[in-house]
């Protein structure tokens, strides 16, 4: 008699495209059977979902895991922020691999494979940062395309990473060629240099002078040059990061056009705005990110677009440090290491912001979070649903338990949380990574390292 290795019964499954009560059985890391009943005689465990919601795991496409940054590195590694990302309800993560200068695309996966490699807990896979476009990278661009690594990022900021335009056409007409997809940072360069050299020569140094460097206009004017010049070459684009409503526009209007175009926005742009930087004691200081935090207005219009069909997922851009590593920016807010913790409490948040706070469905919810990223990024039905031999990467989630969430709670490897006091409820209690149970009610279970290295196939346009 054929019997499975796991039951999940009586939960009410939840994909990005149905709602209904069923079993779900489990063999070899794979759904195997989803019926009405299945009896408990065909199993060897059961997990007993009544009435929890039963959805996919969590997948978050932006994240920066030992990250170098600013002469320091971002303070959690592999095993502490996917540990973290596996309590929170996340089950696969894409990281930002970002391309040394002195190093090829193809050492740059070595150098990040190592990073993860027998550290990570849930199966993770690599964005290839471009920051140098030669000969040799033109050669390789293409053979990763085709080898498992279909997304490539560019930055139009930042010295030693940013490319120019010209480049940037360049790599998307490769992306376009190959079935791949570039994902872009999107700021304006030289603005920001103008304004940090006019602020910091009238002796403003604190948090917030982050934020004025980079208004948002900073950021509208660069997503829309990306994504026009995408537009002349029919190309599809992804903007990383989206904080506000005029940046969220451009995707938008390129979207009814008919484009190829893509957006992603975070939960701190959703539930923090630009006040967060006035803070007293270098507090500020936690929320220094590019870009940055917003007025507030443009929450409301995220929300909008999330719901309409305008941005089409929502990451973290996790990239925590030490409130050590930010006193490296005291006396100079350029010199803050840019980046902060999310990825434990990004499912609870939305969850409650978006679902309880009436802007989005349960279904939307799951397809921002979990299904859009696995089918943008080649990874779909593998991952981001819930289906007969799609992997078994599922969570249980209370909608009735309620959570403060604080650093006291959390297990990212940082001494904040910039939703320190949040009250939320709707909470992961249980997380299943291909059929094996690796957290329940707040801590990680699950073996060491025993995340895989995916390799993802062509993106679909959402």
């Known amino acids: 008699m054929f019997t499975y290795d796991l039951l999940i019964k009586n939960g009410k499954i939840v994909t990005s495209g149905d709602c209904y009560i069923a079993d779900i059985g489990i063999k070899n890391g794979k759904i195997k059977d989803i019926s009405d009943e299945i009896a408990l005689d065909k199993t060897k465990k059961v997990f007993d979902a009544s009435g929890k ?3 996919p795991g969590g997948i978050d496409v932006h994240t920066h895991l030992d990250m170098p940054f600013g002469g320091t590195y971002s303070s959690d590694n592999f095993e502490t922020g996917t540990k973290a990302a596996a309590i929170g309800g996340t089950t696969s993560i894409i990281d930002y691999a970002v391309q040394p200068k002195d190093k090829t695309l193809n050492e740059t996966i070595d150098i990040w494979n190592e990073k993860a490699k027998g550290k990570a807990v849930i199966d993770y896979g690599f964005h290839l940062a471009v920051t140098k476009l030669n000969d040799t990278t033109r050669e390789e661009l293409p053979k990763l ?4 690594f279909p997304s490539f990022k560019v930055f139009m900021v930042y010295d030693g990473m940013r490319l120019r335009d010209g480049e940037l056409m360049e790599i998307l007409k490769i992306a376009k060629d190959n079935d791949g997809l570039v994902c872009v940072h999107a700021e304006n360069y030289d603005s920001i240099n103008y304004r940090i050299e006019g602020l910091l020569a009238e002796g403003k140094t604190e948090p917030i002078y ?3 460097s980079r208004p948002q206009k900073c950021e509208a004017e660069a997503t829309n040059r ?11 684009i992804y903007i990383v990061h989206v904080s506000n409503g005029e940046a969220s526009d451009i995707i938008t209007n390129s979207r009814k056009q008919g484009f190829k175009t893509m957006g992603e926005t975070c939960p701190q742009y959703l539930l923090l705005s630009i006040d967060n930087y006035r803070e007293e004691d270098f507090n ?3 929320y220094v990110m590019s870009p940055p935090l917003r ?13 309409l069909g305008g941005l089409q997922s929502i990451a973290t851009d996790h990239c925590p440090f030490f409130m ?11 010199k803050i290491p840019n980046g902060a913790p999310g990825i434990e409490a990004r499912m609870a948040l939305i969850h409650h912001f ?7 469905s349960m279904e939307r919810f799951v397809e921002l979070t979990s299904s859009n990223p696995a089918k943008i990024f080649g990874m779909y039905p593998q991952k981001g649903t819930i289906a007969v031999n799609s992997d078994a990467d599922i969570v249980i989630f209370d909608t009735d338990k309620e959570v403060t969430i604080s650093i006291d709670n959390l297990h990212e490897e940082v001494d904040y949380t910039p939703y320190e006091g949040f009250k939320v409820k709707g909470y992961p209690i249980a997380t299943f990574s291909r059929g094996e149970l690796i957290a329940e009610n707040g801590e990680y279970l699950g073996d060491e390292g025993r995340g895989l290295l995916l390799k993802r196939g062509k993106p679909e346009i959402q």
Do not use: C, Y
Not at 226 to 236: Q, S, W
Not at 295 to 307: A, G, H, I, K, T
């Open 53 to 55: 919601i039963v959805m």
């Open 210 to 212: 982050h934020a004025v």
């Open 354 to 360: 978006g679902v309880n706070g009436g802007h989005i």
């Open 324 to 334: 050590d590593q930010k006193r490296m920016g005291e006396n100079d807010f350029t």
């Open 295 to 307: 007025e507030s207005f443009n929450q409301e219009l995220l929300w909008d677009d999330l719901r």
């Open 284 to 286: 500020g200081a936690k």
């Open 226 to 236: 990306a994504v026009k010049l995408a537009e002349m070459l029919d190309a599809p």
């Open 145 to 148: 395309l085709k080898n498992g």
